[in-house]
């Protein structure tokens, strides 16, 4: 798998987050969609598919539960998959060194949770030199109440994590312009 420049990651699509009270399967099918075009895209493209998975001690997120697998209806064969507990997928997983090994310059960034894992591991990413497309339309967040009560919407939450991170540490792209990102690079 050496020499890929490109790599898509899938971030945390697990059933963990069906177990969830915040879980809102209305909101998922849009995302599920869009996750779907950009795994078969990517694919498709020669681009490697990257399996992100968040393993907790206890709980749904622990392996013991059986919910770290594939959110259904998704299909994925991913190329590799890496193993995490911290917000970032850079951080005690293997996946800094992978990229490294094999070369890997630009991330495709999709997934579950946008404003958390997602988000994370982009800045982290960018900090250390990758190039970073973030699909927002490929990730999935859920509505939340900040300290003062008001509740942000999923939309709204999306909105704030591409504006903090188009032109610092992403750009922000659909699943057609982070695939044709590829093709721009072949061209080059």
């Known amino acids: 798998m ?20 915040y879980w ?30 968040h393993v907790d001690g206890s709980g749904p997120f622990s392996e013991s539960w059986g919910f770290v697998r594939t959110l259904a209806p998704l299909r994925i064969a991913p190329d590799v998959t890496f193993k995490k507990s911290r917000h970032s997928a850079l951080v005690g997983s293997g996946l800094d060194v992978w990229l490294t090994e094999n070369g890997v310059r630009r991330i495709i960034v999709s ?35 900040d300290a003062a009560g008001r509740t942000w919407s999923a939309g709204e939450i999306r909105g704030r994590t591409e504006l903090v991170l188009s032109g610092r ?17 072949l061209a080059a």
């Open 2 to 21: 050496s020499g890929h420049e490109t790599i898509l990651l899938v971030i945390d699509a697990q059933e963990s987050f069906r177990q969830r009270d």
């Open 111 to 145: 997934g579950i949770r946008t404003e958390q894992c997602c988000e994370t591991t982009t800045r982290h990413a960018s900090d250390l030199g990758y190039q970073v497309d973030y699909v927002g339309e490929a990730t999935l967040t859920f509505p939340m109440t």
């Open 24 to 53: 809102d399967e209305s909101l998922a099918s849009a995302y599920i969609d869009r996750q779907q075009a950009l795994i078969d895209g990517a694919a498709a493209s020669g681009i490697p598919v990257v399996q992100i998975f």
């Open 169 to 185: 540490f992403a750009r922000i792209s659909t699943v057609e312009q982070a695939l044709a990102g590829r093709a721009e690079q």
